[in-house]
């Protein structure tokens, strides 16, 4: 359903010189990312990507949503192929993600899924440069983790450890060469708000590979329950590091709609790509679109190739759901 459609023109990034480009414009489009056209999002139009994939057949989010692990790659792949293509040159894609440990049908038992590893390769084969990775690390207190930490605790032997996860990896592809002379097309009012707070950097950490950020709590009632959405502090150190004011952050697995929030808030505009129709209404309270009456936000949401009903059907096999501990 289109709910209004203000967007005019798909230029390749934008450089928030244009007055028009002032203000941010948020698209949403619910469909499969594996079948996104150059007509929804074009080729270079992008200055960042910031997402995370379904966490494979993660216990307590996407239980069974694949039928085997080489499915899921190949989704990897689709995303690693339109990536490449929507991004600008020397843009960064970064992708939140982790290692999964998933119940086996056949033993009952854990198998852990290099996934950063195998999403790595995939993206450098691609035809990206491996730029970074930086670990996530949540409070120790964590609560949704499987304790895997209780087998050696209960049987204090040798080979009997398994730790207890609060890490996640955000890992940076960048795609080709990126021209630093750009900064001298910008308008000195998008160069001047677009400048880092170094004091904030130093004293936050962000200047280290490793980064600790409570991460979103698993309350019922939330906006975001069931959609496993990274905090805020994610998205807008990335923004703030690798784009522009006025330039186009995307997210092609948008969830809850976290990244569009963020863009919007430090004056970037928003694509998101969603294949879940039933977050819907989940994206439009996150992003407070039931206002644009009053706001006169620019924004669109398009049904396009491949949107289904995901989440009750997810979330009835997550009650299910025992942890899998090895
Ligand atoms: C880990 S969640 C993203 C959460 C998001 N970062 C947030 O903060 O809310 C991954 C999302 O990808 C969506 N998804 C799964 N397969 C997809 C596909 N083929 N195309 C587009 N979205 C997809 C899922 O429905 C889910 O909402």
């Not at 206002?291 to 936000?297: A, D, L």
Request: aromatic share 10%.
């Amino acid at each position: 359903m289109r709910q209004k459609n203000t967007i005019s023109g798909r230029n390749r990034l934008s450089n928030g010189n244009s007055p028009k480009e002032k203000s941010p414009t948020l698209k949403i489009l619910f469909g499969d990312i594996r079948k996104m056209t150059s007509k929804e999002v074009a080729d270079g139009e992008v200055a960042l990507i910031v997402t995370s994939p379904p966490y494979y057949n993660a216990p307590f989010d996407y239980p069974g949503l694949y039928s085997s692990y080489e499915e899921y790659l190949d989704l990897l792949r689709a995303f690693a192929s339109q990536s490449k293509r929507v991004l600008g040159a020397g843009r960064i894609c970064a992708i939140v993600t982790d290692d999964m440990l998933v119940k086996e049908e056949d033993t009952g038992r854990g198998k852990k899924y290099p996934i950063v590893a195998d999403t790595t390769e995939v993206f450098v084969r691609e035809g990206f440069s491996y730029r970074d990775k930086i670990t996530w690390v949540k409070p120790a207190g964590y609560t949704r983790i499987s304790r895997r930490s209780g087998v050696v605790l209960q049987h204090p032997y040798p080979m009997y450890f398994y730790p207890d996860n609060i890490q996640e990896s955000i890992l940076l592809f960048q795609n080709g060469e990126f021209d630093y002379g750009h900064m001298k097309s910008l308008s000195p009012e998008a160069v001047e708000s677009s400048k880092i707070d170094t004091a904030r950097l130093n004293s936050e950490g962000w200047t280290m590979s490793v980064w600790n950020i409570t991460n979103v709590l698993p309350m019922s009632g939330r906006v975001e329950e069931g959609v496993a959405a990274f905090p805020d502090e994610i998205p807008s150190r990335l923004i703030k590091l690798f784009t522009y004011a006025g330039e186009t952050v995307f997210d092609p697995f948008l969830g809850s709609g976290t990244t569009l929030k963020v863009a919007r808030e430090l004056g970037r505009k928003g694509i998101g790509y969603e294949l879940d129709l039933e977050l819907k209404d989940v994206i439009k309270k996150k992003l407070g679109l039931d206002y644009h009456r009053w706001t006169g936000e620019d924004f669109s949401i398009e049904e396009a190739s491949g949107a289904k009903n995901l989440r009750k059907i997810l979330q009835s096999k997550v009650q299910q759901q025992k942890s899998v501990v090895a």
